[in-house]
């Protein structure tokens, strides 16, 4: 782990000041210039919250992608050895966790320097940041440095931090969640309370939003312990206090610092799968695509979003149909019109000016429907059927979205959203993957009626739904929810070398740099088949 905090001023104070989105991307590494020791909360909140977009819609959305089986290696390239056959080693990802730490003692710095200040809604927002940035880490490695993971600049320092339990860092986490809400709402009652401006590039400076959003977390974080029967009473009690909360997300939780087609300043997905700066398509953006099977989730249930995601293939034995690859499959086609790409413009590849979402709303109304479906929430079946219906329909309001610059042109297809959405459920009222009350779906998608048919609880047509929406967009919760509920039954790579009944992995290794610094406080015996995450215990 990076133990000492980087030298940066993201100039989002100046930015407010004069309009211009450009100094949200600026990093100022220079040490003999002002340090994030001493810059004002809201001279780093904009560049702390770009890298939290980057981590988490880069990064961790293609690690998700690839373990959640939305990703295939195409024919076009080699490599893609760890993703195909799950043989992760130290520095598989390694980049991550000094990331991650990086972006932690940023917020750190805001929380405590605007506390010190008597800036209460922004050292609330950069808490609850803290906590979606602990709970990405503990949800891929476990156990990690918590209660001494940002002190390597305190006056007693400590270079070689202990590992807390990640079962304990997930409660404080809860913790520091309802301090920063219930700090946001006293100082709402402050007449003089310092607002946040354009440097909230998430939502503005709206802290009912933050509010709304923090709940959110905490539901995520109750229900991703849900399943730990040690853990019932704790769930059950944390769940209460939710229902008398001040709501949560309805509207896709999206970082915007003014994405722009110029060098380090496109949106990241886009700047690495499809475009350059000058507009001219990139070679990795053949080297991946969607698989055979999410491909069919939707092209087999009458689903209109396939036209959004992804284009027919052109040429070759499956032109003019959906193709997608297979995971680990030795010898994949081609990645650039045997198969069917990313659609340019569509729901995944949106355009260099497309915000990053930190949360989809569709996760947040599955999350409220699960609640609800098995009584954690009030509402029971009604609410929980209304929610499910909610997430489907802000899904196709996502994907149909298009990125500002293409909001005059023909790739805006956002006025559809809502009539496909209604033929999506139409089409499929005896389809228990979708139809919130129909008991059974057929074993085979695309099969006959006469198909045998099997059971599907509410809990699976919820996980389900959700893997849809988060398809390449918010890939890494698409995995966590995997590991926690063993829904979708997606296929493993036909390379695995997992010894699991799944064939998957079920975390990520400590990385290199980790190992190298702080290596006597690392957790033991570490297996990517075997060391589960302590809130993964459904197969």
């Known amino acids: 782990m990076k133990n000492t905090s980087k030298f940066l001023v993201a100039l ?25 020791e001493s810059a004002t909360p809201n001279a780093i909140l904009a560049q702390a919250l770009k890298v939290t977009a980057d981590n988490y819609g880069l990064t961790l959305n293609t690690y998700g992608s690839w373990t959640a089986g939305y990703w295939g290696k195409t ?12 043989t992760y080693s130290s520095t598989y990802q390694q980049g991550l966790w000094g990331s991650v730490y990086d972006n932690l003692k940023d917020y750190d710095n805001i929380e405590k320097n605007g506390a010190a200040q008597g800036l209460v809604y922004i050292s609330s ?16 490695y476990g156990d990690i440095p918590y209660s001494q993971s940002l002190q390597a600049d305190a006056t007693a320092p400590v270079l070689a931090p202990q590992y807390d339990k990640a079962e304990d860092i997930y ?53 991703r312990q849900s399943f730990v029967p040690s853990l019932s009473g704790y769930v059950q009690t944390e769940m209460t206090k939710l229902r008398s909360a ?23 997905f886009w700047n690495s799968y499809r475009a350059n700066p000058a507009g001219a398509r990139i070679a990795q953006s053949n080297y991946q695509a969607g698989t055979q099977y999410v491909i069919d989730q ?21 032109s003019g149909k959906y193709k997608g690859v297979v995971l680990g499959d030795p010898n994949p086609l081609p990645g650039s019109t045997q198969i069917s790409r990313w659609k340019d413009y569509g729901g995944i590849l949106k355009g260099y000016d497309a915000p990053t979402p930190l949360m989809l709303a569709a996760e947040s109304y599955f999350l409220q429907a699960e609640a609800k479906s098995r009584g954690f929430l009030a509402g029971g079946d009604a609410a929980a059927k209304t ?56 074993t085979t998608l ?47 790579s036909l390379q695995s070398t997992s010894p699991r009944a799944d064939k998957l992995p079920v975390r990520l290794l400590y990385p290199q740099t980790e190992i190298s610094t702080n290596f006597s406080n690392i957790p033991t015996d570490v297996n990517q088949f075997t060391s589960k995450i302590f809130w993964d215990v459904m197969d």
Not at 246 to 259: H, K, R, S
Not at 301 to 314: C, F, G, I, K
Not at 405 to 415: F, I, Q
Request: hydrophobic letters at 40%.
């Open 446 to 492: 695309g099969a006959p009626a006469s198909s045998p048919t099997r059971p599907v609880s509410k809990l699976e047509k919820i996980i389900y739904q959700k893997y849809l929406a988060m398809n390449s967009v918010t890939g890494i919760e698409a995995w966590n929810e995997y590991r926690r509920t063993a829904f979708p039954k997606f296929p493993a």
């Open 12 to 36: 989002a104070l100046v930015s407010a000041m004069t309009g211009c989105s450009d100094d949200f991307f600026d990093i100022n590494e220079n040490p003999n210039s002002l340090t994030l």
């Open 387 to 442: 929610d499910y219906n909610n997430g489907i329909r802000t899904s196709f309001v996502y994907f149909y979205a298009p990125a500002p610059s293409r909001a005059g042109t023909t790739s805006n297809v956002s006025a559809n959203a809502a009539a496909d959405y209604a033929k999506y459920l139409a089409a499929n009222t005896t389809n228990g993957l979708v139809d919130w009350d129909a008991a059974t779906t057929t």
């Open 171 to 223: 409660k404080d986490l809860v913790v520091k969640l309802d301090e920063a809400v219930a700090a946001i709402k006293t100082e709402q009652a402050n007449t003089a309370a310092v607002a946040v401006g354009p440097e909230d590039i998430v939502f503005g400076g709206t802290m009912a939003n933050w509010i709304r959003f923090a709940n959110t977390l905490k539901l995520r974080m109750l229900l």
């Open 75 to 86: 024919g076009t390239v080699n490599g893609y050895n760890a993703e195909r056959t799950y």
């Open 298 to 318: 939707y092209d087999k249930n009458n689903d209109p979003r396939v036209s959004q995601l992804y284009v027919l293939a052109s040429a070759g034995a499956f």
């Open 125 to 140: 927002i950069a808490k609850i940041m803290k906590a979606l940035n602990y709970q990405l880490l503990v949800d891929q």
């Open 246 to 268: 001040d709501g949560f997300v309805t509207a896709d939780v999206l970082v915007q610092p003014g994405y722009l087609q110029t060098a380090g300043k496109q949106n990241p």
